[in-house]
């Protein structure tokens, strides 16, 4: 090679390093861009949510004070217009908390540590023992390993799932049985219930968001499974539901073994 390819190939190098470089700082200013259009996006809908949820709590507590002031004055249609406002109320609060969760799966970096399971059920369990106890339910489980996730997201899953299976059965004493088994490599759990099950037509239509089976009569707000797959996709598991001896329905997730 003469020294005038040489000199040629170094100029076609250096031209390409630079190229690199600029490519390189444009990269990382794009990146430092979203983090912090993210981070702003984030302070937005809390500081939002929080305001919300004031102005709610302000409208439910004006209803109760009105219903207690004028104890006695109000005819009964004027009771019960107070009584929905409180449970109108109530039932936004829970829908923005819902809609706050969800949109949280997979806003922030995936930082997963050695996650006790059982832990995370027990906590779930604590957190609806009022309600299993109204409802006389029993909810049995397998041991369950530890995985690699974020315990507080994980916890969450567990009392939408656990809640589902005890607000939708119509028996007089809902069971629920949580399971685990070892797949190929991840962890497969299972939760088990004795309700009226989901006819196999509408078994994906479950998951979507606000899409609601049942009518008012029973309580949520069309998130709790959406939620569920969204936070199950975001440790890198998938979910789905698998026929159940009648009557019941079975979910099931998957997430990463904690080797």
Known sequence: MSDTDLQRADAEIERL???????????????????????????????????????????????????????????????????????????MQSLLTGVVDYWAIGAGRREFSRTDMQAVLDRALLSLDERIAQRCAIVNCDPLPAVMGDSDTLTKVLVHLIRNAIEYCDAPSPRV??????????????????????????????????????????????????FCKRAVEWHGGRMWMEPAPAPGSTLCFTLPAAE
Not at 59 to 64: E, K, M, R, Y
Not at 180 to 206: H, L, T, Y
């Open 17 to 91: 390093r630079q190229a690199l470089e600029t490519e390189t700082e444009r990269c990382i200013a794009a990146q430092r861009q979203s983090e912090r259009a993210g981070a702003e996006v984030e302070e937005f809908i809390s500081m939002a949510a929080h305001n919300l949820r004031e102005s709610l709590r302000d409208v439910a507590l004006s209803a109760q004070l009105m219903a207690e002031t004028c104890a006695g004055g109000l005819d009964p249609g004027a009771g019960a217009f107070l009584e929905r406002i409180r449970e109108r109320a109530a039932g």
């Open 177 to 226: 049985h949580v399971a685990c088994r070892r797949g190929d490599p991840d962890w497969v759990f299972s939760v088990q219930d004795n309700g009226p099950g989901i006819e196999p037509a509408f078994r994906d239509r479950i998951f979507a968001a606000f899409r609601r089976l049942h009518g008012r009569e029973y309580p949520g707000n069309g998130l709790g499974l959406a």
